[in-house]
C-alpha cells in the first residue's frame, strides 16, 4: 500500500473529493464480511475506516485480514483507545480529541499506543478530532466525557481547528458522531476549509446523497458515512444515480 496520506494530500490538491465508509466492529459479523465488501467495492467509497468508540471484541484482526481479502481499498483504524489497534490494517488515523479537555484522549492513549505501534508497520496519520453538538449525546461524547463544541460558534471551533493544524495534525476531522441527528454545519465545514491548509474530513449525521455531495461543495475533502450504511448496506443503490463524479475520478 503506498503513502496514503500523501495521496489523501495530492487529491485535495486536485479537489478530488474522497468518500470513507466507516465500519464499527462491535456491530458486524465476520461471515457478513465478504457481502459487506462487496457492497463497498460497488459503491463510491475510497477509503474504508474501522473502529469505534468503543470496542470489546477481540476479532478486529479477523474484521481486517476479510476485508483485505474482499477489497483493495485503504483501510485506516479510527480507535477509540490503543486496544483497537491492529496491525492487519494500512494505517491509522491517530487521533487527538481536540474538542475536550480530559487529559486521557489529548494524550495519554496516545503515548499508551505508542509501544503497539512500534511494533507494526502502519502508517500513523496524525488528525485533530473535533466533536460538534448534533441535537443528541453521542457515543464519542459518553465515552471520552467531554463536552462537543457547538454548533453555533463556528469562530471558535474554526480556531480549534487551526490550533490543531499548529499542533502539527496532518488531517482535521469534524465529527457530529456516531449516529447524530444532526449533521456538522455547511456554514461550519466551509469556514474550517477555509481557514486551514490540510486535509478536512467530515462525518456524522450524514444520510443522504445531498447530504454528501452538501458537505464535499461546502469544503470537505473526505466524507464519512457510517450509521446509514450501518443500518442499510444498500445504501448506496437505493440512493438513485450517486456517481460522485469526483470520487469516481479519483478510484480511477
Known sequence: MTNIYNEIRISKAKS???LAILIDPDKVALETIS???EKINQ???THILVGGSSFEGNHLDEIIVQLKKNTKLPILLFPGNPSQISSEAH???F??????RNPDYLIEHQVEAVPILEKTTLEVISTGYILIESGNETAVERVSKT???SKNNIEYVTQ??????FI???LIYLEAGSGAKNAVPLEMISEVSSRISVPLIVGGGIRSKKAIDDAFLAGADMVVIGTAFENDINFFDNQHNVTLSAVEVQKK
Open 168 to 170: 502539527g495534525n496532518k
Open 35 to 37: 457481502t459487506l465488501a
Open 95 to 100: 487521533l487527538q480529541l481536540l474538542s475536550g
Open 91 to 93: 494505517g491509522i488515523l
Open 147 to 149: 463536552k462537543p463544541l
Open 16 to 18: 478530488e473529493k474522497l
Open 160 to 165: 480549534t481547528a487551526k490550533a490543531g493544524e
Open 43 to 45: 459503491s463510491p467509497a
